[in-house]
């Protein structure tokens, strides 16, 4: 799967200087997908909270991350769109230019519509039409 995510991530990869670019991948099921893209391709991993914690390093952005840095968001699934958007949220917050979303599936619930209403180009691996859901 990891070697599907990161197809789907090299055109946007391969748009930045590599020094500039940086993986993410929000709470929970975007942080395994990250860190296998991340080892993969050898490019720094962010992990996005969905709420800073109270305790630890209370913060809701594990990484580095510098300002203008441009960050890939990597997703399990996408639904309406809405925890990619608040990752999104929190990386454009903290500096980042978000080059995009990976979702391994996209559900075609909105997510795609959504994420590009709001400027953030979105691939899936797969949609639920893909495989053969039809709910």
Not at 85 to 97: I, N, Y
């Amino acid at each position: 799967m990891a070697d599907l995510l990161c197809v789907h991530a090299r055109a946007w990869i391969e748009a930045y200087p590599a020094s500039s670019i940086r993986l993410a991948g929000a709470e929970l099921g975007g942080i395994p997908l990250v860190t296998a893209c991340s080892l993969r391709l050898g490019l720094p991993a962010l992990f996005v909270r969905n709420a800073k914690k109270d305790y630890g390093t209370a913060k809701q952005l594990e990484g580095e991350l510098h300002t203008g840095d441009v960050v890939i968001l990597f997703e399990d699934v996408a639904t309406s769109g809405g925890q990619a958007l608040e990752a999104v949220r929190v990386l454009v917050e903290a500096g980042a230019r978000v080059a995009g979303v990976v979702a391994t599936i996209d559900r075609q619930e909105g997510a795609r519509e959504n994420l590009e209403a709001a400027g953030v180009p979105f691939r899936a691996v797969f949609t639920k039409a893909d495989l053969g859901i039809d709910e």
